[in-house]
């Protein structure tokens, strides 16, 4: 299997840019998880999926943030528009809701907001 | 709520000393606990887990055993590596909330040679 794959894995854009992150998960899996991850808040929970409907999004920072999974294999991280604070490495993970709860994530967007 | 504390870093070693990172949790229910492990450039990956409590959790030399009296699931190596040097996190999920994981801060290692 290859994995959590995420696009694109860098990304600089400017300020007030509209901002597009996509993940396809391990086939078979049933949830699905954005986090965001700085060097001054940690790890981050931004929302999750269950069988492509959104389960929590308490932790979506504000209204400029945006996630949809459309079907079980492709969801999206959207920001807009996009400020310099939103710099961060974003991750996608999913799991299987048969298995013992563990997650499987991507290798990371690197998102860089100048 | 659940939680995970874990102790701050860094923890700075050399080649070959013994390892403990320290982890304890809070949670309502009996929930699974996992170290997970971060090298630079890249996503977090399962170094190992335990779903009940006694049970104890290995791979890569690593060993974590979960100790449901002190709600705790610190982390062991007998013998680093440079190789090892990375942010390790501990995380629980309680059955009663799906699958979502919660983690602790990270503790990240550096392995002198």
């Known amino acids: 299997d290859a994995g959590v794959i995420q696009s694109p894995r860098h990304e600089v854009t400017e300020m007030g840019q509209e901002v597009t992150l996509r993940c396809k998960p391990i086939?078979?899996?049933?949830?699905l998880f954005w986090y965001r991850q700085t060097m001054m808040r940690g790890l981050e929970l931004l929302i999750y999926?269950?069988?492509?409907?959104?389960?929590?999004d308490s932790g979506m920072p504000e209204d400029r943030f945006s996630a949809k999974m459309p079907n079980a294999s492709f969801s999206t991280l959207k920001i807009q528009p996009s400020e310099p604070r939103d710099s961060a490495v974003y991750f996608c993970?999913?799991?299987?809701?048969?298995?013992?709860?563990?997650?499987?994530f991507g290798p990371g967007t690197r998102l860089t907001v100048t | 709520g659940d939680s995970v504390t874990q102790m701050e870093g860094p923890v700075t070693l050399s080649e070959e000393a013994f390892l403990t990172i320290n982890c304890t949790y809070t949670?309502?229910?009996?929930?699974?606990l996992f170290w997970y492990v971060q090298y630079p450039g890249e996503g977090l990956q399962l170094l190992l887990k335990?779903?009940?409590?006694?049970d104890k959790g290995s791979n890569k030399g690593f060993e974590a055993t979960y100790r449901k009296e002190t709600t705790s699931f610190h982390l062991e190596k007998g013998s680093v590596q440079v190789s090892d040097s990375a942010v390790y996190f501990c995380?629980?999920?309680?059955?009663?909330?799906?699958?979502?994981?919660?983690f602790g801060g990270g503790t990240r290692l550096m392995v002198k040679p």
């Open positions: 999926f269950n069988n492509n409907v959104p389960i929590d």
């Open positions: 086939s078979g899996h049933d949830y």
């Open positions: 335990a779903t009940k409590a006694d």
């Open positions: 993970a999913s799991s299987f809701s048969g298995s013992s709860y563990e997650q499987y």
């Open positions: 949670a309502t229910g009996y929930p699974s």
């Open positions: 995380a629980l999920s309680d059955k009663n909330a799906g699958n979502m994981l919660t």
